[in-house]
T-cell receptor, first 112, second 114 residues
């Protein structure tokens, strides 16, 4: 089954404790991206990747890192999480570019 | 339409009626538009798209209309069903604003009354 898999589904952590949210797709898609979703603000892009070893900032990249060492994986790294990063995070992928994105099920992150 | 503040605009329709969800976009340079559906507890799901050289595009039970003059996009759902209850987002791509950036609207919540 074609899918984008994010882990974990829920995560509660404390300020400053490094964490990684994993994202994997099995569709051989070139394009992958991360979004955060907050009430009243909608979906905002954090980072995106056009292909392996190619990443670029979205609208709200501060406090986040990403890497794209393999085509299928695009982890989101929070080196020192802060409470304002409490949000619902979505990973998405598509064949090329942000058209017809396939989204994962989301990761609800709470930073205390 | 688009939301202001923390509350999403809500549209309530009777099962079997047609639904029209509206979206106003601000960037006249955007040339590609997409509608996504997000059910509770799930990620957004692609519904239909349209390029700026078209006014209308039809899918299965859904139609997207684009009016570039007033920068307005609408999604029409025919014979609305309970499974259509969700939040609907429009999204736009401006090819000049960094080639792969996608901007989402804030969403409209559709509730279908059985």
């Amino acid at each position: 089954e074609a899918q984008v898999t994010q882990n974990p589904r829920y995560l509660i952590t404390v300020t400053g404790k490094k964490l990684t949210v994993t994202c994997s797709q099995n569709m051989n898609h070139e394009y992958m991206s991360w979004y955060r979703q907050d009430p009243g603000l909608g979906l905002r892009q954090i980072y995106y990747s056009m292909n392996v070893e190619v990443t670029d900032k979205g609208d709200v990249p501060e406090g986040y890192k990403v890497s794209r060492k393999e085509k299928r994986n695009f982890p989101l790294i929070l080196e020192s999480p802060s409470p304002n990063q409490t949000s619902l995070y979505f990973c998405a992928s598509s064949l090329q570019g942000p058209e017809k994105l396939f989204f994962g099920s989301g990761t609800q992150l709470s930073v205390l | 339409g688009e939301s202001v503040g923390l509350h999403l605009p809500t549209l309530s329709v009777q099962e079997g009626d047609n639904s029209i969800i509206n979206c106003a976009y601000s960037n006249s340079a955007s040339d590609y538009f997409i509608w996504y559906k997000q059910e509770s507890g799930k990620g957004p799901q692609f519904i239909i798209d349209i390029r700026s050289n078209m006014d209308k595009r039809q899918g299965q039970r859904v139609t997207v209309l684009l009016n570039k003059t007033v920068k307005h996009l609408s999604l029409q759902i025919a014979a609305t069903q309970p499974g259509d209850s969700a939040v609907y987002f429009c999204a736009e791509i401006d090819p000049g604003a960094g080639s792969y950036q996608l901007t989402f609207g804030k969403g409209t919540k559709l509730s279908v009354i059985p």
